[in-house]
């Protein structure tokens, strides 16, 4: 069973920079589509960004320009990457896979849907200070 950790959250001053990776315990990432997705205090869980197993992105409005996601699947590794980050980007930040393998039309149109996503990380807090 496929098991995911996320690491590199922390405390930050607005306009700072964090990475978050996300550690995928599996024999090979090949044909994972992963999303990242946030839950901050007393808010509903809110997609962030999508990445599909050959690196096809995709981003929520909010942090479009600001933060990157790649992957190594060399190393099993999906990382955010997160700059000019904002007190809004306060929350705890969760790694998932698509319950979709491989770039087929039902991923790329569920991507950003929640309930499409089978395997969470327990998630990993970054707090954005003003």
């Known amino acids: 069973q496929v098991q995911l950790q996320e690491s590199g959250g922390g405390l930050v001053q607005a306009g700072g920079s964090l990475r978050l990776s996300c550690a995928v315990s599996?024999?090979?990432?090949?044909?994972?589509?992963m999303g990242w997705f946030r839950q901050a205090p007393g808010k509903g869980r809110e997609f962030v960004a999508a990445i599909s197993w050959s690196g096809i992105t995709l981003y929520s409005d909010p942090v479009k320009g600001r933060f990157t996601t790649s992957r190594d699947n060399g190393k099993n590794t999906v990382y955010l990457q997160m700059n000019s980050l904002k007190p809004e980007d306060t929350a705890v930040y969760f790694c998932?896979?698509?319950?979709?393998?491989?770039?087929?039309?039902?991923?790329?149109?569920?991507?950003?849907?929640?309930?499409?996503?089978?395997?969470w990380g327990q998630g990993t807090q970054v707090t954005v200070s003003s």
């Open positions: 599996a024999r090979t990432t090949n044909g994972y589509n």
């Open positions: 998932a896979t698509h319950k979709n393998s491989y770039a087929t039309s039902s991923y790329f149109s569920t991507r950003a849907a929640e309930s499409s996503y089978g395997t």
